[in-house]
Structures are given as C-alpha cells and as structure tokens.
C-alpha cells in the first residue's frame, strides 16, 4: 500500500500539469480578441429604410469581420465603397480582412455597416445594438456585442 500511495502523488502531479498546459492551450484563441472604437451610426429621418454604421476594429491576430446583425434591422451586411469609371459604388463583401495589429476603419465613403429593413426611426442619441461576427483562420467564429451611438456625420 505504500508504494500505491507514494506513487499516487506523482502520477496526479503530472496529471495536474497536463490539465493546466491543455487549459492553457485551448485558452489562446480567447486571447485573439477585436477592439472596437468609437462606434456610431448615421439617425434616419421617419420612413427612411436603411443606415450606415462605422467604427475601428483592431484584431489581435489576423481575422475576418464575415457578419453583422442587429435587432432593429432585417437585414445587416458589410459594404465597400468605390469608384469606377467616375461612379461611386457601393456592394457586400462577404468578409472583410483584419490584419493582426492593425486598425481598419469602418467610415462613410469606405469599408461599412448597412442596416437595411430599419424597424423604427434612428434618433440621434439613441443606442443601436450591433451584433459582429468574426472568423479566425482556423474558421472558428466568435461574436462581439457593441453599442453604436447615432450621431451625424461630421
């Protein structure tokens, strides 16, 4: 019996050790997060059917902005504004690229949010609940909750 019970505490040491190094292994991509700054979105006036969103998102590792919701819209989608052939336009993107460390900003004339679909009228001061979704490259997906202020362009 001494030799099981002198055993006994070496084998769960190292057990001990294999749980800590498995937690924080799988704790890394917790570690890979967005920051995301001075979010707004555009006040509509009665009527109107859709509005912008912006923000900054800076990734801590290398990652992709690949949906958006929020309650107050049907539908949400990230756009991308350009020119071609002296016409401004503007499309989905299925996903937009965040490359680790740097910011991407989410402003008129750019990258954006559309809401389309708007449930109520968008006041400015009010608060809009976005809801981003965002891949890694392992396609692990995590999701963001930010508050957008509605404010005017300045």
Do not use: C
Request: charged share 20%; net charge positive; no cysteine.
């Amino acid at each position: 019996m001494r030799h099981q019970s002198a055993y006994f505490p070496i084998r769960h040491r190292y057990a001990q050790r294999w749980l800590v190094a498995l937690l924080v292994f799988l704790s890394f991509p917790a570690l890979a997060k967005v920051t995301i700054n001075n979010a707004w979105v555009r006040p509509t006036v009665a009527q109107q059917q859709a509005t912008g969103g912006f923000m900054t998102l800076t990734a801590s590792t290398n990652r992709h902005l690949v949906g958006v919701s929020s309650p107050i819209a049907q539908n949400a989608e990230v756009h991308e504004m350009s020119m071609e052939n002296d016409i401004m336009k503007m499309r989905a993107i299925p996903r937009l690229p965040l490359p680790a460390g740097k910011t991407v900003e989410l402003k008129p004339g750019g990258f954006h949010i559309m809401l389309f679909g708007l449930k109520r009228q968008i006041k400015a001061g009010d608060t809009i609940a976005l809801t981003l979704t965002f891949e890694d490259e392992q396609q692990q997906r995590t999701e963001l909750r930010v508050n957008a202020i509605a404010k005017p362009a300045n």
